[in-house]
Structures are given as C-alpha cells and as structure tokens.
C-alpha cells in the first residue's frame, strides 16, 4: 500500500491492488492447470509484461495505473527490469525466517529464469527431439 498522511481513495486502493497483484503473480510457483485459484505460466508471462514492457499494450496501461496514484510507471518498469537483471528483489518481510528467505530466494531464481527464457529464447534449452518426429521421418 502507499503510504501517506491522507487517507487513499477507493480508486487508488483498487490500483494499487492491481499492481501489487501483477508483482505476486511473478513470484508464485505456475501451475499447468488452468484455474482460478492457480496462477499459469500465461498468467506469470503476462505479469511479467505487463510491470516491465517498455512499450505497447501492457506498458500502456501499466502506466495509465501508475498515473493514477502517482507513480512513474516507466521508472518501476525500470527497476523490475534491473531486479530481473541482478539486482535485489527485497523480501517483502522485514524480518524474514530463513525458511522463507530461502523460498523467495528460489522464487526469484525462477523468476530470472524465465525472464531470460522470454528475452533470449536462443539461451533457452532446446526441447528433447521427439522420437515419434524420427519414426516419421524415417517413412
């Protein structure tokens, strides 16, 4: 939540929500399976756009959300994108246990992995050949 000395509007709650939404879906573990209570890997993807894209759709309404409550949506696109890099992602705890630093710290190396699988599919491995692909070929 932001933090100021006026109380927030209803709006800016619900934006701020929204944002803070789309920075929890990165770092939730995907599921195959689509279902409400599940984030996929689409959901992640799209998250992933949406908090860093530089431009089109997602940076559009990313900033139009950041607008609203008085943030520079090019500027947290800007840190995300430089947290994917190597820089800190913070614990959202003050005080973590070791137990859940250590799972945020492995959210987050799974979180750079597939920043770097988006952003450079040729450093991404490739699939296992099929073998059904060879016994068609061989036809």
Partial sequence: ????DTPQ???ATLVTAIIMQAYRDLFVTVRQESNASFTTQSDQDQAIAFL????GTLARHRNDLCSLIGWDGNV???RLRAMMEGDDF???STDPKPAARAQHEAAVERLRCR???LNFPRNSPKRPVSSVGHLLAAE
């Fill in 115 to 117: 920043w770097q699988d």
């Fill in 9 to 11: 509007t209803p709006e």
């Fill in 76 to 78: 947290l696109a800007a």
């Fill in 52 to 55: 860093t894209d530089r431009s």
């Fill in 90 to 92: 913070p614990h959202p």
């Fill in 1 to 4: 939540m932001i933090t100021t």
